[in-house]
């Protein structure tokens, strides 16, 4: 913006005022290149997606790089949902933005074990695929589809195996069908503390969460012949919740009716 003259002048006379370079270190006087805080572009792997990522050109690298750092997420204050996790927590590693940073290590090579690296599953676990950053990150970073995406390497692509909980919760419409019939005894035994306690160690659920009871009218929708909760659900109204058991299910059906799943974000 100045020429170097000025510039050395600039200089001379903050010099006099400011001999301890006090004041705006770096900003006017003897500023940092332009590009000296710019990201460097690093080489991302092209992972064959399940999903479409219609506007990332098919690649989750470039979806996950749409998140600039804004932050936006980690504001002490929101008027919009996002993201609950992170108001729960108030950890970086469980915001928008810190899972997606984490997803960007991932695919650009600085975490070695790349999806498979045990951070990713971390900063994952909390994410309640809600949606709330699809309407509320100004750059349209949608966590819900990585993460189906990142589950969908991991579990069907990478071959690791799923922990108790995503096998056993990943399938409660079909429970929840199972005990329909029956919900009046389910409920009743479920008020045993020990039989409580069996079934959380069971199914991997935490010992201080409380177990639903169950309902003699099933809640449960049908699509493609597959129980997949993608769509608000009639008789409860509850939003799409896509487990990874459900969305590599959605993504199998979809493909052998002749389907390729797209990303459920588009913006
Ligand atoms: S989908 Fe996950 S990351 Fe996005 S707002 Fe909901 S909890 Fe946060």
Same mark, same amino acid.
Request: some cysteine; charged content about 25%.
């Given at each position: 913006?100045?020429?170097?003259?000025?510039?050395?002048?600039?200089?001379?006379?903050?010099? @006099?005022?400011? %001999?301890?370079?006090?004041?705006?270190?770096?900003? @006017?006087?003897?500023?940092? %290149?332009?590009?000296?805080?710019?990201?460097?572009?690093?080489?991302?792997?092209?992972?064959?997606?399940?999903?479409?990522?219609?506007?990332?050109?098919?690649?989750?690298?470039?979806?996950?790089?749409?998140?600039?750092?804004?932050?936006?997420?980690?504001?002490?204050?929101?008027?919009?949902?996002?993201?609950?996790?992170?108001?729960?927590?108030?950890?970086?590693?469980?915001?928008?933005?810190?899972?997606?940073?984490?997803?960007?290590?991932?695919?650009?090579?600085?975490?070695?074990?790349?999806?498979?690296?045990?951070?990713?599953?971390?900063?994952?676990?909390?994410?309640?695929?809600?949606?709330?950053?699809?309407?509320?990150?100004?750059?349209?970073?949608?966590?819900?589809?990585?993460?189906?995406?990142?589950?969908?390497?991991?579990?069907?692509?990478?071959?690791?195996?799923?922990?108790?909980?995503?096998?056993?919760?990943?399938?409660? +419409?079909?429970?929840?069908?199972?005990?329909? +019939?029956?919900? %009046?005894?389910?409920?009743?035994?479920?008020?045993?503390?020990?039989?409580?306690?069996?079934?959380?160690?069971?199914?991997? @659920?935490?010992?201080?969460?409380? @177990?639903?009871?169950?309902?003699?009218?099933?809640?449960?929708?049908?699509?493609?012949?597959?129980?997949?909760?993608?769509?608000?659900?009639? #008789?409860?109204?509850?939003?799409? #919740?896509?487990?990874?058991? #459900?969305?590599?299910?959605?993504?199998?059906?979809?493909?052998?009716?002749?389907?390729? +799943?797209?990303?459920?974000?588009?913006?």
């Amino acid at each position: 913006m100045y020429d170097a003259e000025s510039m050395q002048l600039f200089g001379a006379v903050k010099a @006099i005022c400011d %001999p301890d370079n006090l004041l705006n270190p770096g900003n @006017i006087v003897e500023p940092a %290149p332009l590009d000296a805080d710019l990201r460097a572009v690093r080489p991302r792997q092209a992972v064959t997606a399940g999903l479409r990522f219609l506007h990332d050109d098919g690649q989750l690298a470039n979806a996950v790089h749409r998140c600039t750092g804004v932050g936006k997420c980690v504001a002490p204050t929101t008027t919009g949902v996002m993201c609950p996790s992170f108001f729960a927590t108030r950890e970086e590693k469980d915001s928008t933005r810190g899972r997606t940073r984490v997803l960007q290590e991932a695919l650009d090579g600085t975490l070695v074990r790349g999806l498979g690296d045990p951070a990713v599953a971390e900063a994952l676990d909390l994410c309640l695929a809600c949606k709330g950053c699809v309407s509320d990150c100004p750059t349209g970073v949608d966590m819900a589809t990585y993460k189906s995406e990142t589950l969908h390497q991991l579990h069907d692509v990478l071959g690791e195996k799923r922990p108790r909980s995503h096998a056993l919760l990943g399938q409660l +419409p079909r429970w929840a069908a199972l005990a329909a +019939p029956v919900a %009046p005894v389910v409920n009743r035994t479920m008020r045993f503390a020990v039989v409580q306690r069996a079934v959380k160690a069971l199914a991997g @659920i935490d010992q201080r969460r409380s @177990i639903p009871a169950s309902r003699l009218r099933r809640c449960a929708v049908r699509w493609l012949g597959v129980d997949v909760s993608v769509r608000r659900c009639r #008789t409860c109204g509850s939003g799409p #919740t896509r487990s990874a058991t #459900t969305s590599s299910r959605a993504m199998r059906t979809q493909r052998s009716a002749g389907w390729r +799943p797209a990303a459920w974000k588009l913006a």
